[in-house]
């Protein structure tokens, strides 16, 4: 499972605006003394609403303009059950007009619920889909069976908000197939598409068509971890594998000895890696470098918003471009068996 980069966009609003009645209610039933804080944010303001257990229950009401994607913070009191409740539990749902319901308060293991509301009883019915696909092994059958019954929640749900915010952070994690996303998005109602969020996915499908499959590889420059200025184009003529990884992504650090097994396989048949570090501190960075014994080239301009990632449109690590000797991308964000199928699809015996 990938890291995703930014955690924080998962709080950003999702917002269709509401033509009626705005008011909603909150109400649950809970034996445990807590502090009930309905938290989000509309038009970069932040909003609150806060309600304390009165005879075993919490009821918040308010109005809301449209519907959005909020949380639910939940501080029990010193007499409250910790160990069911921690505190500081946060819990992600849609905030919407009408009456929400909110079951499970007691004991987050079972799963806080909210129903009652059209984006809450779909993101519900999506959710139990998914559970049932639990059962099936974990690894890329059940990743391929949740990825299509996500597409199919999406076609049969083109004015949804779930269904963007499933297009938008399950189908899009990475760098992902346009082939399939983009017609997904297109297929969604002009309300989302015109919204804020449709038009900044619409920037997102601009950046990705530069680095599909079959596009040039964007020429960047960085410095290794000699503070040599390397260039993209200094590989042209070979075979280079794009790395984009971090010391701190555990993902990446236990997919390099795989890296380490291939470059080991195919570097005397004109491949290399380029690595491209998203790391802020250098020492983290030579440390993680010298523990996972990398040999090929590593660079990183150390910025929080690397250059090399921004060109890239690279959301979550780790993520990999596979260019050819003419500097054209001929496969991307492939990982373990797929990567080292490919490499031998294109470097194998013959080559």
């Not at 160990?83 to 319901?101: A, C, Q, R, S, Y």
């Not at 260039?231 to 075979?239: A, P």
Request: include cysteine; charged fraction near 25%.
């Amino acid at each position: 499972m990938k890291i995703l980069i930014s955690l924080l966009t998962i709080l950003l609003p999702f917002i269709l605006r509401a033509q009626v009645n705005n008011n909603y209610t909150i109400e649950g039933k809970t034996s445990n003394p807590a502090t009930f804080i309905v938290q989000y944010t509309l038009d970069g303001k932040a909003f609150k609403n806060t309600a304390e257990v009165k005879n075993g229950e919490i009821k918040l009401s308010g109005s809301v303009d449209g519907k959005l994607q909020a949380t639910l913070m939940i501080t029990p009191s010193e007499t409250g059950n910790a160990k069911d409740t921690p505190m500081g539990t946060m819990v992600h749902f849609w905030l919407e007009p009408g009456n929400i319901k909110v079951d499970n308060l007691d004991s987050i293991q079972k799963g806080i619920q909210f129903s009652g509301t059209i984006l809450n009883d779909e993101t519900n019915e999506l959710s139990r889909a998914k559970m049932a696909l639990a059962v099936l092994p974990q690894g890329k059958q059940q990743d391929d069976a949740i990825k299509a019954l996500v597409v199919k929640f999406i076609r049969a749900h083109p004015g949804s908000l779930v269904s963007f915010t499933e297009l938008n952070y399950t189908l899009s994690r990475g760098i992902p197939d346009l082939a399939l996303v983009e017609p997904l998005f297109n297929s969604l109602s002009a309300d989302i598409k015109s919204s804020p969020m449709g038009l900044e996915y619409q920037k997102k499908l601009i950046k990705w068509r530069t680095v599909d499959i079959e596009s040039m590889a964007p020429e960047f420059t960085q410095p290794d971890q000699f503070g040599k200025t390397i260039k993209l184009s200094d590989y042209k003529g070979r075979y280079v594998l794009i790395d984009f990884w971090a010391s701190w992504c555990h993902p990446c650090r236990d997919e390099n000895p795989n890296l380490v097994k291939q470059y080991n396989l195919y570097k005397n048949r004109n491949f290399t890696i380029l690595s491209v570090s998203l790391d802020e501190r250098k020492e983290d960075w030579l440390k993680a470098i010298k523990e996972d014994k990398l040999p090929w080239k590593q660079v990183s301009d150390l910025k929080r918003n690397n250059e090399a990632k921004v060109k890239y449109g690279v959301q979550s690590i780790p993520d990999n471009f596979l260019v050819d000797p003419d500097g054209k991308i001929i496969a991307k964000n492939l990982r373990g068996e797929e990567l080292n199928k490919k490499l031998a699809e294109v470097l194998g015996k013959g080559h």
